[in-house]
């Protein structure tokens, strides 16, 4: 079965330093992979997904992550970080064989601190 | 564009009673989903619909019930609220493809 695994649950960071959050998932077939961001109080956002083709994938806000098939991963980074990343980022992926069954398996979440 | 438009954005109810959530999008999207998030379980996928008039079970369906008698809406219905109910509700769509979803910004319901 597929499984999503964000290994850090909270990153804290200083504004402009680089930052990392990691992803990886288990699957035996081709895979659809998306990163969404959910600020507070707020719905989810998409943020950038690969698809197919090159294996680094640019995003909304300067962030943008590469697709690893080897290590089974999807690594979301950004070079400098701003006080407004600070919220929840999602790692999620798609069966590519799915068919009609469209749904997604979700990561816990990460939760990515900025400090000034 | 609207998006996907949830109602209401809050609501408390007592143990036992019975509400329906209102997902609403303008997107023209064949597929639709409800998920409920709690604090360290993050999604979870209660219904899903992949066109008018068809609904499926996600993984935590139980106590709850959907009706999708228009592609624009998918309703989600709690017949009798208990506090394990309690927690952040996000509706979801997206085409016939993969493009990603756009999700609706959440329905809090409190139950006592």
């Known amino acids: 079965a597929q499984s999503v695994t964000q290994l850090d649950s909270q990153v804290p960071v200083f504004e402009e330093a680089p930052v990392e959050l990691r992803c990886n998932y288990s699957s035996s077939v081709s895979v659809y992979l998306f990163w969404y961001v959910q600020y507070p109080n707020q719905g989810l956002q998409l943020l950038l997904k690969?698809?197919?083709?090159s294996t680094l994938v640019k995003g909304i806000n300067g962030f943008e992550a590469e697709f690893n098939k080897s290590q089974t991963s999807f690594h979301l980074r950004k070079p400098s970080v701003h006080i407004s990343d600070t919220a929840e980022y999602f790692c999620a992926v798609s069966e590519g064989n799915a068919g009609n069954n469209r749904k997604l398996i979700w990561g816990l979440g990460t939760s990515l601190g900025v400090n000034p | 564009n609207a998006g996907v438009t949830q109602t209401p954005k809050f609501r408390v109810l007592k143990t036992g009673q019975s509400m329906t959530l209102l997902c609403a999008q303008d997107?023209?999207?064949?597929?639709m989903y409800w998920y409920r998030q709690d604090p360290g379980m993050g999604l979870r996928l209660i219904h899903y619909s992949v066109g008018e008039g068809t609904t499926a079970k996600g993984e935590v369906p139980d106590g709850y019930n959907v009706s999708r008698l228009k592609k624009q809406n998918f309703l989600l219905g709690l017949e009798s609220a208990a506090p394990s109910q309690t927690s952040v509700y996000f509706c979801?769509?997206?085409?016939?493809?993969?493009?990603?979803?756009?999700f609706g910004s959440g329905t809090r319901l409190t139950v006592v």
């Open positions: 997107m023209n999207h064949e597929y």
């Open positions: 690969y698809l197919s083709g």
């Open positions: 979801a769509s997206s085409p016939r493809g993969v493009y990603g979803y756009t």
